[in-house]
């Protein structure tokens, strides 16, 4: 279900040096992918609302509405909430916005700062998204505020990965992969 993507065309679109490698391999296995039917990972893609520079440019003016929101009351020693070095990896269906802090220029230090749409709400990860989503969808880690896994997954199911074809507009799914198999 993966491709190969323009990664140096976003990177360029945002400013950074390289976007974190664990996240391309992630993409380049699984492509176009929901966890749990409530997180959507964000890609080069000619659709605005998927493109991952597109839509961190369109975040970063709701995130920096200081009218609107609130900013975290703590904030972990290194790490930036800037808007214009916030990054916009992914997303959930309710709006919650999944960010890298990008203002060092190795992405290997990049930490993941998550907050929901009305920004009332702040988490951190020091680790990468891979191993956030391997701490999430396990529970090895307690979630990030924004999603319970009992809010996710209500009936108590195992938490799993929908795979999509972008070029088929009814949403089919081409392949679900279950907990077990992470």
Do not use: M
């Amino acid at each position: 279900a993966g491709g190969a993507f323009d990664w140096t065309a976003v990177e360029q679109r945002l400013g950074v040096s390289a976007l974190p490698d664990d996240f391309k391999a992630l993409l380049g296995v699984y492509g176009d992918v929901r966890f749990c039917n409530a997180l959507r990972l964000f890609r080069p893609s000619t659709e605005p609302w998927l493109d991952l520079a597109e839509v961190t440019l369109a975040a970063r003016e709701p995130l920096a509405d200081t009218e609107f929101g609130e900013s975290p009351a703590e904030i972990p020693a290194g790490v930036s909430v800037d808007p214009a070095t916030l990054v916009q990896w992914g997303g959930s269906f309710g709006g919650d916005y999944c960010l890298w802090d990008a203002h060092d220029p190795d992405p290997r230090n990049w930490t993941l700062v998550f907050t929901d749409l009305d920004k009332l709400d702040w988490g951190f990860y020091p680790g990468t998204v891979t191993e956030y989503l391997l701490d999430w969808l396990t529970g090895r880690a307690a979630p990030i505020p924004l999603w319970g896994l009992d809010a996710v997954l209500p009936d108590g199911g195992a938490p799993f990965a929908e795979i999509y074809d972008p070029t088929d507009f009814t949403g089919a799914v081409t392949d679900r992969i279950d907990a077990a198999v992470f």
